[in-house]
């Protein structure tokens, strides 16, 4: 059981390029979520998913793109890079809500790192 | 709109020490509240949750959290901490009724560092 997996651990762009970054999970969790992480800001959460072939925006979702072709894998697009999308992304799954999608545990990936410049 | 503050950016302990992490929360309903963990390079694992009943939650690790409503605060304990417990610890709430329009919100965060 690799659990939630990221690919690619860190990448550089330049501004302008686009780039699609991978979350694998192997657990059948029916969510999965895109967050970033930047300094002193804590996780915001980017995109999500309640199911293959939904996607939903979540606090920060301008410039980003997401799909859910297949239960298993959530990928966040960017487009445009931008150097504001320096960040560290994180994915997340969970299995099904109880009383809404956060309330499940929540099994975070080990992030990706992107530096724009 | 909901908030979480973590007023401790970063905090020292000896090993064998007592700890304690203080979070503050702002909601207005009856909050959905956790603590993370991040060790260097990782994701999040989640240390214990607060729904509802107790307000003593025991997690893993030897944590524990106790919610309090006239508060508003959702601090994290260890009686010994070990250095291996070093890293940043994020407190979180949860709101929204409506499936769909939930959210989660994270704190800033602290980082703690374990010293022999």
């Known amino acids: 059981n690799a659990g939630v997996t990221q690919t690619p651990k860190f990448r550089v762009l330049k501004t302008g390029q686009s780039m699609t970054l991978l979350c694998a999970q192997d657990m059948n969790h029916e969510y999965m979520y895109w967050y970033r992480q930047d300094p002193g800001m804590g996780l915001r959460l980017i995109h999500y998913?309640?199911?293959?072939?939904?996607?939903a925006k979540g606090e920060v979702p301008d410039g980003y793109n997401v799909s859910r072709l297949k239960k298993q894998n959530f990928l966040l697009g960017l487009e445009s890079a931008a150097p504001s999308q320096t960040s560290v992304y994180f994915c997340?799954?969970?299995?099904?809500?109880?009383?809404?999608?956060?309330?499940?545990?929540?099994?975070f990936g080990p992030g990706t790192r992107l530096t724009v410049l | 709109a909901q908030s979480v503050t973590q007023p401790d950016i970063h905090i020292t302990v000896s090993e064998g020490a007592s700890l304690e992490l203080r979070c503050n929360y702002s909601y207005g309903a009856t909050p959905y509240l956790f603590w993370y963990v991040q060790s260097p390079g990782q994701g999040l694992q989640l240390l214990l949750k607060?729904?509802?009943?107790?307000?003593l939650v025991q997690g893993i690790k030897g944590f524990e959290a106790e919610f309090k409503r006239s508060q508003s605060s959702f601090n994290l304990r260890k009686p010994s901490v070990h250095w291996s417990d070093a890293a940043e610890y994020f407190c979180a709430v949860g709101e929204g009724t409506n499936f769909g329009n939930e959210k989660l919100t994270f704190g800033t965060g602290t980082r703690l560092t374990i010293i022999p």
């Open positions: 998913s309640v199911g293959e072939g939904t996607t």
């Open positions: 607060y729904f509802s009943g107790d307000t």
């Open positions: 997340a799954s969970s299995y099904s809500p109880v009383r809404g999608f956060f309330t499940d545990t929540q099994y």
